[in-house]
């Protein structure tokens, strides 16, 4: 329901009823408690917003902590891929390292046994040629005896036979020694031969113990490369996962800080609402006082002035939020609802500067207002404060376009060519004459 004028003249008139003295105290009294309560909620909305800010801004840490933490658990998931792979590589080399410390370790003992052969056949070799240099010292003084005697004594032999059968002996007797003789020379060429046997093979182990000390010197170096490479990944293993636990450590903590001041905030940010809200029945109290207010002003127990007075006070902060004047929000209003919380138009507008419940669900998207409590006078406020801003700022601050745009809706506007709609004039010419009235009362310290 709308208010049409109580003033078709768009002229400035101040209209006074006189009312009791005793009203007028409680009045002021009323408008006291209004002005301390209003001052109140806008120290509470602005310490609101603020803890707002603050769990919006802590919230965003959060999200980019929670980025850092998964990018930190998908490093830590790549490391332990890669110490996986490094554990992998290390045990392949601990294989190759034990394979290798078993064929070293087979090489020594097939070098010592080797060894142990070259040194008996060392010691045999000796005694042989000990053997052989006292058979060949002894042939050769058979040889020289021989040499020196032999035709000699031959001949003793052979002439010095008494008779035939005394020679038979006798060269019998020498073919025995020459045969004797013929065996030793044979025995000591076999050990000639023998010995020069032996020497070659005793050269061809020689030869092998070399070979194999020199693989055994290159099983050895390739060992301690492969333990000095074991130590260094294993080294770069473990610095990579304490690296990467630390990060997750600091990560988690860090997160772990985070979560406890947004649990703070959003606690505070509770008790904000609850004074908030405690605040708001006061508003709403104090609404209902001024709508008995309103009720008397009707009734002529009580002045326009009175009137304006009374409403300032819950005016004055919220208009301030959308950079409106409190004069014409109130003009506003008077036009509208006449100051009534809980009107319902036939249209079904609501409360005091009605408002439709379509347009309350669009303004609830940008206030965070609740749509259906639209006869709570704060909530009323706020959405029809933001409203009438949005028109201002559509219509390039062009107050009787926004006021029509208001009253008829900014499409109806357009559509006129952005000229006032002809059947919002007199809703237009009404509000514009309250701002006037209203803004020089404003002006004079109401």
């Known amino acids: 329901m709308r208010r049409k004028a109580l003033w078709a003249l768009g002229v400035a008139t101040t209209l006074v009823a006189v009312g009791p003295m005793a009203y007028a105290a409680s009045l002021q009294q009323l408008q006291q408690e209004e002005a301390q309560a209003q001052q109140q909620l806008a120290n509470e909305q602005n310490a609101y917003n603020q803890t707002q800010n603050q769990i919006n801004q802590t919230m965003s840490q959060i999200s980019s902590l929670n980025q850092s933490l998964g990018a930190a658990e998908s490093q830590v998931g790549s490391t332990s891929q890669q110490i996986a792979m490094t554990t992998q590589q290390l045990n392949q080399t601990q294989a190759l390292l034990n394979s290798t410390q078993a064929q070293l370790t087979a090489t020594e003992n097939q070098l010592s046994h080797t060894e142990a052969t070259y040194h008996r056949t060392t010691l045999l070799l000796d005694q042989t040629q000990k053997e052989l240099n006292k058979e060949a010292h002894l042939f050769a003084g ?52 023998q010995q020069a046997q032996e020497k070659q093979d005793l050269a061809k182990e020689a030869n092998l113990l070399a070979a194999t000390q020199a693989s055994l010197n290159q099983h050895q170096a390739m060992l301690q490369q492969a333990r000095a490479l074991f130590a260094k990944e294993q080294q770069r293993s473990i610095y990579l996962h304490g690296q990467a636990m630390l990060e997750a450590e600091q990560v988690t903590n860090s997160l772990q800080q985070r979560q406890s001041l947004a649990n703070k905030l959003q606690s505070q940010k509770s008790a904000l609402a609850q004074a908030m809200a405690a605040l708001g029945s006061q508003i709403a109290s104090i609404a209902s006082q001024i709508q008995s207010l309103v009720g008397q002003y009707n009734q002529g127990s009580l002045s326009r002035r009175e009137l304006f007075n009374a409403m300032l006070p819950l005016v004055r902060p919220i208009a301030a939020q959308y950079n409106l004047s409190p004069a014409l929000v109130i003009a506003v209003i008077t036009e509208e609802s006449g100051g009534n919380a809980t009107i319902v138009s036939s249209a079904g507008a609501v409360g005091l500067m009605q408002l439709m419940p379509a347009t309350a669900v669009y303004i609830s998207q940008y206030t965070g207002i609740n749509p259906s409590d639209l006869t709570n006078p704060q909530t009323n406020l706020i959405a029809g404060c933001w409203y009438l801003s949005d028109m201002l700022s559509l219509f390039n601050q062009n107050l009787s376009l926004a006021l029509s745009a208001y009253n008829a809706g900014p499409g109806s506007v357009k559509n006129n060519g952005y000229q006032v709609v002809p059947s919002t004039w007199g809703y237009v010419n009404n509000i514009e004459a309250l701002y006037h009235l209203y803004s020089q009362w404003l002006a004079s310290g109401a």
């Open 142 to 193: 058979q040889l020289q005896l021989i040499e020196e005697r032999g035709s000699i004594g031959y001949l003793d032999v052979v002439l010095g036979a008494r008779s035939f059968s005394d020679f038979v002996s006798r060269m019998t007797l020498l073919g025995q020694i020459a045969s004797s003789a013929a065996n030793e020379v044979q025995v000591i060429h076999s050990e000639e031969l």
